[in-house]
């Protein structure tokens, strides 16, 4: 093999429902890639979420903290489940466990990158994309400075605020550009101006960084009329940046646009080559523990976890491909069979590392 071989902590936070079944998928698929390219990557389990509430009493425990920091990059699967999502944020297993975790390593970019991977099966008639949503991951309305519910003279009331600073825009707005400018030199910036105030401030500072990315042509969409004209001309789109809970909506929608959730990976990153990588899919307690959670999005992650934090951009294509080829294969999981025959999430696991296998020897031949 023409590379140089490398060693690489990975911090493996497989969490709750789905999440340990498709990460250790995604981990099947890394051993391939370390054993093909004879890289040496080391896989160390933490907990986080309900699993840690249930363990440690705690959804970040102080060890996975640890984890976090000697790590050179985290696998996280995910978290929630009825019994623990009503509880008060530091108890609860978003809050106080994944979202804390982003917050305090300061993974405030967070990228979804939309792909079609089914040509021709988007619920979409003609849909065909490749859009990168640029997620504001550390501010916004899901880290409100001021957040309550209280009972007052016997009304009870509930506040976020949507809170952010002009540095804090301005980080993701760069980073958007760069990206954009790297593609198709097209950005879409999300917000809602016409109303809220941190909504000006994010497209007055779009504006500032635009100047700097001539490159680049800018449009602004209101996040109600973004919705629409996702499903109305999902192809016009490329890079969009956006505000934290707008992101969470809008990559969703992207995720229903390519076909399913358990198709869309996603980088959490920050100026060095740290990173948080896991699907944007939940926990799906729907079909926990039944073999049926398509890995595919978990596999992807970890494609994402070699390009962008150890550098192995060729490793992290060959996995790519090993998807893309499975999928146009016909070997499907159950979400996205189509009616047809399908396979659980451990075959799914099996055709991919069988294809990258395949792969990898015939790089090896060449
Ligand atoms: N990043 C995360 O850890 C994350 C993200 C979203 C929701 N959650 C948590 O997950 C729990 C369930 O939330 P939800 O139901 O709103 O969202 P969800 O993403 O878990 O599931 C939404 C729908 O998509 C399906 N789905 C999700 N992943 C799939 C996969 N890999 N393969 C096939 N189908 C898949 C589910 O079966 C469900 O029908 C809640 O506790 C929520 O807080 C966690
Ligand atoms: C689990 C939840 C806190 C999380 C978020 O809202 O960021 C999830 O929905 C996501 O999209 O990563
Ligand atoms: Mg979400």
Same mark, same amino acid.
């Given at each position: 093999?023409?590379?140089?071989?490398?060693?690489?902590?990975?911090?493996?936070?497989?969490?709750?429902?789905?999440?340990?079944?498709?990460?250790?998928?995604?981990?099947?698929?890394?051993?391939?890639?370390?054993?093909?390219?004879?890289?040496?990557?080391?896989?160390?389990?933490?907990?986080?979420?309900?699993?840690?509430?249930?363990?440690?009493?705690?959804?970040?425990?102080?060890?996975?903290?640890?984890?976090?920091?000697?790590?050179?990059?985290?696998?996280?699967?995910?978290?929630?489940?009825?019994?623990?999502?009503?509880?008060?944020?530091?108890?609860?297993?978003?809050?106080?466990?994944?979202?804390?975790?982003?917050?305090?390593?300061?993974?405030?970019?967070?990228?979804?990158?939309?792909?079609?991977?089914?040509?021709?099966?988007?619920?979409?008639?003609?849909?065909?994309?490749?859009?990168?949503?640029?997620?504001?991951?550390?501010?916004?309305?899901?880290?409100?400075?001021?957040?309550?519910?209280?009972?007052?003279?016997?009304?009870?009331?509930?506040?976020?605020?949507?809170?952010?600073?002009?540095?804090?825009?301005?980080?993701?707005?760069?980073?958007?550009?760069?990206?954009?400018?790297?593609?198709?030199?097209?950005?879409?910036?999300?917000?809602?101006?016409?109303?809220?105030?941190?909504?000006?401030?994010?497209?007055?500072?779009?504006?500032?960084?635009?100047?700097?990315?001539?490159?680049?042509?800018?449009?602004?969409?209101?996040?109600?009329?973004?919705?629409?004209?996702?499903?109305?001309?999902?192809?016009?789109?490329?890079?969009? @940046?956006?505000?934290?809970? +707008? #992101? %969470?909506?809008?990559?969703? *929608?992207?995720? &229903? /646009? $390519?076909? =399913?959730?358990? !198709?869309?990976?996603?980088?959490?990153?920050?100026?060095?080559?740290?990173?948080?990588?896991?699907?944007?899919?939940?926990?799906?307690?729907?079909?926990?523990?039944?073999?049926?959670?398509?890995?595919?999005?978990?596999?992807?992650?970890?494609?994402?976890?070699?390009?962008?934090?150890?550098?192995?951009?060729?490793?992290?294509?060959?996995?790519?491909?090993?998807?893309?080829?499975?999928?146009?294969?016909?070997?499907?999981?159950?979400?996205?069979?189509?009616?047809?025959?399908? @396979?659980?999430?451990?075959? +799914? #696991? %099996?055709?991919?590392?069988? *294809?990258?296998? &395949? /792969? $990898?020897? =015939?790089?090896? !031949?060449?």
């Amino acid at each position: 093999m023409p590379h140089a071989s490398r060693d690489f902590r990975i911090g493996v936070l497989a969490g709750d429902g789905v999440g340990p079944e498709v990460t250790r998928e995604a981990v099947r698929v890394l051993e391939t890639i370390a054993k093909g390219f004879g890289h040496s990557f080391t896989f160390t389990e933490g907990l986080l979420g309900g699993c840690a509430i249930e363990a440690k009493g705690t959804p970040l425990p102080a060890e996975t903290w640890e984890l976090c920091e000697s790590s050179d990059a985290l696998l996280v699967g995910s978290v929630g489940g009825e019994q623990w999502d009503s509880l008060p944020a530091d108890m609860n297993p978003g809050l106080g466990g994944l979202l804390r975790l982003r917050r305090k390593l300061d993974l405030y970019a967070n990228l979804r990158p939309g792909l079609t991977l089914l040509p021709g099966e988007s619920p979409i008639r003609g849909a065909d994309v490749d859009i990168l949503l640029v997620r504001e991951a550390t501010a916004g309305l899901y880290f409100s400075p001021e957040r309550d519910r209280v009972v007052k003279d016997g009304v009870e009331s509930a506040w976020d605020t949507m809170h952010y600073t002009a540095d804090e825009v301005r980080r993701i707005a760069v980073v958007a550009f760069e990206l954009a400018s790297a593609r198709s030199r097209r950005l879409t910036s999300v917000d809602k101006a016409n109303v809220l105030e941190a909504s000006k401030l994010w497209r007055d500072v779009v504006i500032e960084v635009a100047r700097d990315f001539p490159d680049v042509e800018l449009e602004h969409l209101y996040v109600d009329n973004c919705a629409m004209q996702l499903v109305l001309r999902p192809n016009d789109f490329d890079v969009i @940046v956006t505000e934290n809970l +707008f #992101g %969470d909506i809008l990559s969703d *929608e992207i995720a &229903g /646009i $390519i076909g =399913s959730l358990g !198709l869309l990976p996603s980088a959490s990153l920050r100026s060095d080559k740290f990173g948080l990588y896991e699907p944007v899919h939940g926990a799906a307690p729907d079909i926990a523990g039944r073999d049926l959670a398509n890995p595919a999005a978990a596999i992807l992650s970890a494609a994402m976890l070699l390009r962008h934090s150890a550098e192995l951009e060729d490793e992290a294509e060959c996995i790519e491909r090993a998807v893309s080829a499975v999928l146009a294969g016909g070997i499907r999981t159950a979400d996205v069979a189509r009616g047809g025959p399908a @396979v659980g999430t451990v075959g +799914f #696991g %099996d055709a991919v590392v069988a *294809e990258l296998e &395949g /792969i $990898i020897a =015939s790089i090896a !031949l060449s």
